[in-house]
């Protein structure tokens, strides 16, 4: 199974404008859930993850500057803002590859 998670602050505003998703939104969640599940069935899965509600988190993740962060299986791909496509194209290439 691949292990997808997406790490944001929105104690944080990045951006004063509307510049990407928020993905702190349930309904943005359940639209790449709902894109993940369609492509890839129970395969994949996702989880949203609050950067300021969660010490072990912060320990890790509190000096990133750029976020949300796209963590596949543990490893950071993305860091800043991106869209659903990538994370798709993100989750296919990862399982081409195999999962670890």
Sequence with gaps: MLHVQIIGDSKNQLCQ???GPDWSQTDMLAK???ALRRKYGESVRLDYLELSQ?????????????????VVNGQVRLAGQFEIRQVMDIAEAQLEIGVE
């Design 17 to 19: 404008a509307e510049c």
């Design 32 to 34: 790449a859930r709902c």
């Design 54 to 70: 969660d010490a072990k988190l912060a320990s890790a993740f509190g000096q990133e500057k750029n976020l949300p962060l796209l």
